[in-house]
């Protein structure tokens, strides 16, 4: 570990964040003096962020607690050219409409995170499309083109694979990287940012916007990256097999959050805890020794620790006593995912593989054949054997039908 002075780039360090920076004695100088100002952009390609977008969002979390004022820039302008970075083919392109609704689910994924105001570290969030759609094109060129030369830009890694491998790079993504230096370059002009942090594949387009400014501005500017993170088995950070671990209730119920968490390899524990929680480093570090089954004990710590920073600590409370009363007492929970059906449909008998289709725990009635022909099946805790098994009305307990795939995946059933 480096000995650095500001309380930030020490908080980093310790937990584990910091993979690249520039002007790292300048950076660590500013961190420590007034109040910095920092910003890290997001583009609006879906109506919430995923869990891989988590480790921005507590750089910028853990920036405020250490006395920084955030700014979170929502990539409105952006988004309409789409980020080529670590991309194999183009982004396809989203109309105003979409856009301006994708920044209305995401902008929720902030607020347990930040704390938004007017005060000095009060957290700021600004749309690109302020300044980008008003740009003019040929005055853009003459003002800020000079300063970016083909030869480096396609050097970054994103470029180089693709014209590699002979996949289209369309001029549009490769007006991407002066934009978003761009946005660097106004940011320090309308509201003091110095400081751009981001996943290290951004690392290209950071240094673009720190050079810009520098340059441009005669300002102080810096960059600094994270690591991506991909699970011990070498799985990508925030997908699950039943997809992408989203932020927002509404597209992933807080307790299939707090089961993610859960289910996490013994391996990934501890990294994880420094992470995506508060929890202090020495507490961490005597969850990090418990060996066996005691793991579970860390994880269950994990679970309601970063469950309790988006959700709440009454809610991660719920999602542990839900989960106690699957795993221990085989008992239906409130907390449960639950899909809702037709009463008229539930007494007509409806399949057993539709209402797991249904519920989410298969993407198909076939699939969800396949799993009770593999004796991955329950309902109400009772194996399904029949391929072509029916539910009925008979079988509501409370209220409710639990369905079950495999040990760690439930949902209820109810009628609507």
């Given amino acids: ?27 660590d100088a500013y961190c420590a003096s007034g109040v910095p100002v920092c910003y890290i952009g997001f583009d609006a390609t879906a109506d919430s962020l995923h869990v891989g977008s988590l480790l921005q969002i507590m ?19 952006t988004t309409k050219v789409g ?46 499309d302020d300044w980008l759609s008003k740009i003019g ?21 994103t470029v180089d694979r693709r014209l590699r491998n002979e996949q289209p790079y369309t001029f549009l993504e490769f007006n991407y990287m002066l934009l978003q230096a761009y946005d660097f370059l106004e940011l320090y002009r309308r509201h003091g940012v110095r400081l751009q942090l981001g996943g290290s594949d951004q690392w290209g387009n ?30 990508k950070m925030g997908k699950t097999a039943d997809g992408a671990v989203w932020l927002n209730a ?17 391996a990934d524990v501890g990294r994880f805890l420094r992470l995506f929680t508060d929890l ?8 990090e020794r418990l060996e066996g089954a005691d793991i579970n004990t860390a994880k269950i710590a994990l679970a309601n620790a970063a469950t309790t920073l988006l959700h709440g600590a009454e ?46 725990l298969a993407g198909s009635n076939g699939e969800a054949r396949r799993l009770i022909k593999q004796g991955a099946a329950k309902v109400n805790d009772v194996l399904v054997n029949d391929q072509n098994g029916t539910l009925s009305a008979a079988d509501l307990v409370d209220g409710a039908i639990k369905l079950s795939a495999g040990k760690k995946r439930h949902a209820l059933l109810k009628i609507s």
């Fill in 1 to 27: 570990m480096t000995e650095y002075k500001s309380e930030f780039l020490k908080t980093l360090d310790s937990r584990g964040f910091i993979k690249q920076m520039t002007h790292p004695a300048e950076l």
């Fill in 59 to 77: 750089m910028l979390h853990h920036f405020q607690r250490c006395g920084g004022k955030p700014v979170v820039l929502m990539g409105g302008g």
């Fill in 83 to 128: 980020d080529p970075t670590d991309k194999e083919k183009s982004r396809p392109l989203l109309t105003d409409e979409q856009i301006a609704s994708n920044m209305a689910g995401i902008k929720k994924a902030f607020e347990p995170f930040l704390t938004f105001g007017d005060g000095p570290t009060d957290a700021i969030m600004v749309n690109n």
């Fill in 137 to 157: 094109y040929v005055e853009f060129l003459r003002d800020y083109g000079v300063h970016f030369t083909i030869n480096t830009m396609i050097k970054q890694e």
């Fill in 206 to 235: 950071i240094i673009n916007g720190v050079e810009l400014t520098r340059r441009v501005a005669g300002g102080e500017a810096y960059g600094l990256t994270s690591h991506l993170i991909t699970t011990a088995s070498g799985g």
């Fill in 250 to 266: 509404e597209r992933k119920s807080p307790y299939e959050y707090w089961q993610f968490w859960r289910n996490t390899e013994d």
């Fill in 280 to 287: 202090d480093v020495a507490e961490i570090a005597e969850l």
């Fill in 315 to 360: 809610i991660a409370a719920e999602s542990e006593a839900a989960a106690a009363a699957v795993f221990g007492e085989g008992a239906s929970a409130d907390a449960l995912p639950t899909v809702e059906v037709p009463k008229a449909e539930l007494e007509a008998g409806m399949l057993v593989a539709a209402a797991f289709a249904a519920a989410g």
